[in-house]
């Protein structure tokens, strides 16, 4: 067949095939397109599940008479109008294809009003891009847009949408989202006339918490933090959820960049990388986060919808995210409390005398406390080849006692108490050992119940992080090198990246082509498939512009020694020990987790035991 001119509206219904999926993707454009018209209050009325009726209406800036047949035309928008503009677009919406994509799919209507005009003007349209008449109409200022029948001259794609209750939920969902990107904008979303959400603006934080409490619920509030972290030019801010409150499924991961909601696999990996060791297997992290950059950094116009980003400097983003989330998830930590007695009770508390804590898993099964010690210092460069056991043994034995610095000192009662104070540790004093397995504790606020193997887990295993990776990583030069067969387009990234590989502690050479040679490695990796790590660490590099596979595994084997060298179940701690503990605690980072996932502690306050013993009711 001869080539050939397609009509204006079948063009547009391919282009719908893109941009128009379902009824909540008309929902998406038509409200993004609000925001650029600078709205504060937006409502969004829908009628069986979408595909009867979508109405949206704002109160921004509306459109001027002659613009409405530009409007639904393709390729036509007032946000850009040079590549430099594109490069740095900073609206929502910028192609111009989402109205007429639409109208040639529906039945759309198109109502706007300006300021200081005497009327609204309407127009309606199908798609074909023919000559349209505005016809004058009574609304106020701002616009609003009715697309009736989706899909009513395209009977094969209407056949795809799913039940109303389905394709309703899929906007509900979408509404939550865009209710989160914008809380200096209004939000009501009705279906069959029946109200389901009215946000009101909220300007303050804690306006913002009742928002994001009404999309969540409150207990995402109470298991969260708070992050506003800043540098390089870019500034990550809002909510992620603590790693005990998390999901199976990843259906609470919400990430804003500039505003726009979007999905990214290298943020998706800085914030799994983030929680990799605090977060349960198998459990997803939950979050609400804006990361402000640059527009220039980012570019929008990679994916029809707009769902998708490319970073212009993505390890720096990537590094920058990872930073400000670990470094934030490190610093939850039990948090003082003041004791309400003491505005009611002129006593003051008091506080306890506390004991150094070294229980381990090679101590004699005794109720006494382990004198005090110091750590001998890291070990460093290597030259004889050892194996992972021997690694454990001797990381293990670095942070153990030797028998001989283990004595047996006369037990004499400890005093009660020491000193006067009017405040009482976060978290609190030990009361006693339960099945030689768990701590209680009481607080000016109730109890606290600590698992003491997973809990000193945490503390030994971040005393060990801490002493490996301070200074150079200890290498171990190898006896016999290791060829590895890569691509020659892996093994010219091995030659630039020498200097990045040597930080690791990988020692590698170009010995041809396609081949690698490994000389040396971190001594803590012996053992290890180093060909295969040498690889994946390569394949980070080129998906995600860097690799933390080394870290990992070196973190995978110093949990694995932290677990042998921390206090066993069924070992009877005497209370200064369990004392220690909890001062330990206090000062560690990322102690709510063990290095599992699994929670080390948990509190009930003097309110919830009271409702549990029905008292005052």
Not at 122 to 131: F, L, N, P, W
Not at 227 to 236: C, E, K, T, Y
Not at 409 to 433: M, N, Q, R
Not at 573 to 583: G, N, S, V, Y
Request: hydrophobic fraction near 40%; glycine fraction near 4%; include cysteine.
């Amino acid at each position: 067949m001869r080539i050939h001119a397609l009509p204006p509206q079948l063009v547009n219904q391919i282009a719908a095939g893109e941009v128009v999926e379902r009824p909540a993707s008309v929902v998406k454009e038509l409200v993004e397109n609000c925001f650029d018209a600078g709205a504060k209050q937006i409502s969004v009325e829908i009628e069986q599940g979408g595909s009867r009726l979508i109405r949206i209406r704002d109160n921004g800036c509306g459109i001027e008479k002659d613009d409405l047949p530009l409007a639904l035309s393709r390729h036509a928008t007032s946000k850009i109008q040079s590549l430099k503009d594109l490069e740095e677009v900073a609206t929502m919406g910028f192609r111009g294809e989402a109205l007429p994509s639409i109208s040639s799919v529906s039945r759309l209507s198109l109502i706007s009003r300006i300021a200081d005009a005497e009327c609204a003007w309407r127009v309606q349209a199908d798609g074909s891009e023919e000559e349209l008449n505005p016809q004058p109409d009574p609304h106020p200022l701002g616009t609003t847009i009715e697309v009736g029948d989706l899909f009513y001259n395209t009977p094969a794609r209407r056949k795809f949408l799913k039940a109303d209750k389905t394709e309703f939920s899929h906007i509900e969902t979408l509404f939550k989202r865009m209710a989160l990107s914008r809380f200096d904008i209004g939000f009501e979303l009705k279906h069959n006339q029946r109200e389901i959400f009215n946000f009101k603006i909220a300007d303050s934080q804690i306006e913002q918490e009742q928002r994001l409490a009404k999309i969540f619920g409150s207990a995402f509030l109470e298991n969260s933090v708070s992050i506003d972290f800043n540098a390089s030019g870019m500034q990550l801010y809002g909510w992620v959820g603590l790693p005990t409150f998390s999901r199976s499924q990843q259906d609470m991961q919400y990430f804003y960049v500039n505003g726009r909601l979007i999905k990214d696999r290298l943020v998706t990996h800085a914030i799994k990388q983030a929680y990799q060791d605090v977060l349960f297997h198998g459990r997803h992290s939950v979050y609400v986060l804006y990361l402000k950059l640059d527009p220039a950094m980012v570019d929008v116009n990679a994916h029809p919808q707009k769902l998708e980003v490319r970073f212009r400097e993505g390890r720096t983003v990537h590094d920058f995210l990872f930073k400000a989330l670990h470094r934030s998830l490190a610093d939850v930590r039990p948090k003082p409390q003041v004791a309400e007695a003491i505005a009611e009770n002129s006593e003051p508390v008091v506080e306890r005398q506390v004991a150094d804590f070294q229980p381990l898993a090679a101590a004699p099964e005794q109720n006494i406390p382990r004198q005090s010690y110091q750590p001998k210092a890291a070990p460093r460069q290597s030259s004889l080849p050892v194996d992972v056991d021997a690694q454990i043994a001797a990381y293990t034995k670095l942070m153990t006692p030797s028998p001989a610095e283990v004595q047996e000192p006369a037990i004499t009662p400890a005093p009660a108490y020491i000193e006067k104070s009017d405040t009482i540790p976060p978290l609190g004093y030990a009361v006693a050992h339960l099945h030689e397995v768990y701590i209680l504790s009481e607080t000016d606020n109730g109890i606290i119940l600590v698992d003491a193997h997973a809990a000193h887990e945490r503390i030994t295993y971040e005393s060990f992080k801490s002493q490996y990776h301070q200074g150079t990583v200890p290498t171990q030069p190898l006896l016999l090198p290791i060829q590895v067969q890569v691509s020659s387009a892996e093994a010219d990234l091995a030659d630039d990246q020498q200097a990045f590989f040597m930080e690791l502690g990988l020692e590698l050479n170009r010995m041809g082509e396609e081949i690698l040679i490994v000389r040396s490695i971190p001594a803590l990796l012996s053992g290890v498939d180093i060909a295969l790590l040498v690889k994946d660490v390569l394949a980070d590099i080129i998906e995600h512009g860097m690799s933390q596979r080394v870290k990992e595994r070196s973190n995978e084997i110093l949990a694995t020694i932290a677990c042998h060298g921390s206090v066993r179940a069924n070992r009877r701690l005497t209370i200064p020990e369990m004392d220690a503990l909890l001062r330990e605690m206090e000062k560690t980072e990322r102690i709510g987790q063990c290095n599992h996932g699994r929670p080390t502690w948990v509190e009930l306050s003097k309110k919830e035991l009271d409702k549990l013993f029905l008292r005052g009711q």
